[in-house]
């Protein structure tokens, strides 16, 4: 297989050794650059360089608005051990960098990164989170005295490359392609937005076989802040209409046909089980036959709006991974999506208790983000089609899902279907 060009298929980071090039060797670097994966080598989520201290210190300062109070304490903690030299001791066996391959392997990582950067007094970590088709390594890169810089996401192969060239043209189409707005940090700042942080782009394009970004660093939220469980709902309605709205039928839009021909392609395809197959054929058609002609408004769509991806600053939100976005979906995913996700996620509830609430809430949230009381039912039956087909996309490309997640998808297709019904009996009683 071409290197570069396969899926993960075993735990660890046998993967990511591929996606930077790797050399296996006994003597790699001459045990120069050695790495720790945090927090263990059996579910690795940083990796870390022994001698970058600088790096460490930085990238586990940042936190989400999704992490709770106890994983931000473990990350300062984290970040201390690494400062004052201590992960090697704390943390598993150091690995070499011919299981990673960001110093000695058979790509100039530190050439691309001094040209991107402007400088050589570089430090990098790595975050890989958990294995699933679209991983990517995404490059932490600081100064070695720990200032952040910016962050190097690398699309290595089929999956991962269309999404990092995705990302960056929506972050262009954001930010202006001359002269973007920007903070006293470097952060984007989005056109009549206020108080919205985007990643900027430093640097895109092909290289040695993968495709490459480079943002600017948007910050993260302080160590004591609570966890977000609310929809940032200005944030949300004025970035829905950021690039302009235009009104169209769903059955007429560029989102539905591409959703229905990512549907087709899944019905279809051997490796998806065939009663999930029948409940999302199921689902494709009750949104077919009783929307394709309802009129909704399309503007800018994150596509990933959970706290995950954001971080409060102050008045500011910074909001990050855009891979996912489209500069026309229906105004109401986004906020639909939110409310799912964290009740889902955040909230640890059970698929069919996080549906509920989601039904629950719709006036609510469509309110909130500024769509029309009467298409929180669509929005949500959107979401969670969305849901199922990136799950369902990871099965076709080999990823394997526990039967408990396919248990889960087919309960919450045909949940959906019944949507209306639901929200019909709430209001009659």
Excluded at 101 to 112: A, I, K, V
Excluded at 201 to 217: C, I, K, M, P, T
Excluded at 222 to 250: H, I, K, N
Excluded at 261 to 280: C, E, F, Q, T
């Amino acid at each position: 297989m071409p290197d570069g060009q396969g899926q993960p298929s075993q735990p660890g980071i046998a993967w990511l050794g591929q996606a930077l090039g790797a050399v296996s060797s006994d003597h790699s670097g001459d045990g120069r650059y050695r790495y720790v994966l945090m927090p263990s080598r059996s579910r690795p989520q940083m990796v870390l360089s022994l001698g970058e201290r600088g790096a460490g210190w930085a990238s586990l300062h940042r936190h989400s608005d999704a992490a709770p109070l106890k994983v931000r304490i473990a990350r300062e903690l984290w970040a201390w051990a690494c400062r004052t030299g201590l992960a090697e001791v704390i943390f598993s066996p150091p690995v070499p960098d011919s299981a990673v391959g960001l110093r000695t392997g058979s790509l100039p990582w530190p050439d691309l990164m001094t040209e991107v950067f402007g400088r050589p007094d570089l430090a990098v970590a790595i975050s890989v989170g958990q294995l699933r088709p679209q991983i990517k390594p995404i490059l932490h890169v600081s100064t070695k005295a720990g200032q952040p810089l910016g962050h190097i996401k690398v699309g290595w192969n089929d999956v991962t490359r269309s999404l990092v060239r995705h990302e960056a043209a929506i972050l262009l189409a954001l930010t202006g392609l001359a002269g973007p707005p920007k903070d006293a940090a470097g952060a984007g700042r989005v056109p009549h937005v206020a108080g919205l942080r985007v990643p900027r782009v430093l640097h895109h394009g092909e290289w040695y076989g993968r495709d490459v970004l480079a943002v600017s660093d948007v910050g993260g939220s302080p160590w004591y802040r609570r966890r977000r469980t609310s929809l940032p709902a200005s944030a949300t309605r004025e970035a829905g209409r950021a690039l302009g709205v235009d009104r169209a039928a769903l059955g007429a839009s560029t989102f539905w046909s591409d959703l229905f021909a990512r549907a087709k392609h899944l019905v279809n395809h051997a490796a998806v089980d065939a009663g999930i197959s029948a409940d999302l054929a199921a689902v494709m058609d009750t949104v077919e036959s009783g929307h394709a002609a309802t009129e909704l408004d399309f503007g800018l769509m994150h596509g990933d709006w959970a706290p995950w991806n954001m971080a409060s600053l102050g008045h500011s939100l910074a909001v990050w991974d855009w891979e996912r976005a489209r500069i026309r979906g229906p105004v109401g995913f986004d906020s639909a999506f939110f409310r799912f996700q964290v009740d889902l996620w955040i909230r640890g509830l059970r698929p069919e208790q996080a549906l509920w609430r989601s039904r629950c809430a719709l006036a609510e949230t469509m309110a909130a983000s500024g769509a029309p009381r009467e298409a929180g039912a669509l929005m949500l039956r959107l979401v969670l089609l969305e849901v199922a087909l990136r799950q369902l996309e990871g099965v076709a490309a080999g990823a394997p899902v526990p039967d408990r997640v396919y248990r889960a998808l087919s309960g919450l297709l045909r949940q959906s279907l019944a949507i209306d019904g639901a929200l019909a009996q709430g209001r009659k009683s």
